[in-house]
């Protein structure tokens, strides 16, 4: 990540926890009227986010003229606020009530989820987007889903009615949303991703599924690789059967693979990629100069008219 890019950066705490693939890009929005952009990392910590989302805050910045103060790095493992490149913001209070934001892979998705709520709630109005990877993607559904549903944890308003989070766009990248391929890890965190988890039962009850009236108001944006990212498979990452407004699917045959790392970082190359785009629900749409991920991570949060 560029030094100057890097020294502008809010990084924020969040306590424990184009036109078509293929065609010149329509008339934007200038960057600088872009809404605030939280880029939420996965599983795994401690996370340097400078590793984790430099390539994307460069482009962001350098490449699309986005105002680095709008760009935050969400984190929540204790060692993100260590010496990680997760510089000091916003300090959300300690939802595991023990003095300490000291998020572990043990700290169930749902805790990280309402802490992260509350500090999207805490923009007061302005509208937000989120570029999600992989267990990211999943804290960030639950956010907006506890929220919406009013789940003990989220934040309300004074009258007791859920808050209104003002989420415009969101982008997964990889994640997880039918559960990991492999029962690799015995934390909660991995343990909760597993195809049949508890928490994938209820993510994809009825009530709490995309398709319904309280995901509307939302631009959803699923990206997965179909064969080359090892740790999710394609329809899981675009939670094949169920409803999400964009579904992106890198097939094989790229040149470098999409791996479940370079969907988040991969920059070079755009329009030289083998990718599918299906547009709620519709019939898909294959091409070999498909966008980067990061650039179509970009086009996700700032054009929905594709």
């Given at each position: 990540m560029k030094r100057t890019t890097r020294s502008a950066i809010i990084t924020v705490v969040a306590g424990i926890i184009g036109a078509t693939l293929t065609?010149?890009?329509?008339?934007?929005?200038?960057?600088?009227?872009?809404?605030?952009?939280?880029?939420?990392?996965?599983?795994?910590?401690?996370?340097?986010?400078?590793e984790t989302w430099g390539n994307a805050v460069d482009y962001f910045a350098d490449e699309q003229g986005m105002q680095p103060s709008k760009l935050y790095?969400?984190?929540?493992?204790?060692?993100?606020?260590e010496?990680?490149?997760?510089?000091d913001g916003v300090n959300y209070?300690?939802?595991?009530?023990?003095?300490?934001?000291?998020?572990?892979?043990?700290?169930?998705?749902?805790h990280v989820a309402a802490?992260?709520?509350?500090?999207?709630?805490?923009?007061?109005?302005?509208?937000?987007?989120?570029?999600?990877?992989?267990?990211?993607?999943?804290?960030?559904?639950?956010?907006l889903l506890g929220t919406a549903q009013g789940w003990d944890g989220f934040p309300k308003d004074a009258d007791g009615s859920p808050a209104d989070l003002n989420v415009d766009d969101v982008i997964t990248l990889g994640t997880p949303h039918k559960g990991v391929r492999h029962a690799s890890h015995s934390?909660?965190?991995?343990?909760?991703?597993?195809?049949?988890?508890?928490?994938?039962?209820?993510?994809?009850?009825?009530?709490?599924?995309?398709?319904?009236?309280?995901?509307?108001?939302?631009?959803?944006?699923?990206?997965g690789t179909l064969e080359d990212d090892e740790t999710v498979a394609g329809e899981s990452a675009i939670d094949l059967n169920y409803r999400a407004n964009h579904k992106y699917l890198y097939h094989a045959g790229n040149n470098p693979p999409i791996t479940h790392g370079k969907i988040r970082s991969q920059v070079e190359g755009d329009h030289h990629f083998n990718l599918r785009h299906v547009h709620n629900g519709g019939n898909p749409?294959?091409?070999?100069?498909?966008?980067?991920p990061v650039a179509l991570a970009w086009r996700a949060i700032t054009d929905k008219d594709r």
């Open positions: 065609g010149t890009s329509a008339a934007q929005p200038a960057a600088a009227d872009q809404n605030p952009v939280y880029f939420v990392h996965g599983w795994g910590g401690p996370k340097d986010c400078d790095l969400l984190r929540y493992y204790d060692g993100d606020y010496s990680k490149n997760c510089r209070p300690d939802i595991s009530n023990d003095g300490n934001n000291d998020g572990t892979r043990d700290t169930r998705i749902k802490a992260f709520a509350h500090q999207l709630a805490s923009h007061d109005g302005e509208k937000i987007d989120i570029v999600a990877h992989s267990m990211g993607g999943l804290v960030t559904r639950v956010a934390d909660t965190q991995w343990e909760s991703m597993l195809p049949d988890s508890e928490f994938m039962r209820v993510l994809h009850l009825p009530e709490n599924r995309l398709s319904e009236p309280w995901a509307k108001s939302v631009d959803w944006s699923f990206a749409t294959d091409t070999t100069e498909g966008r980067s």
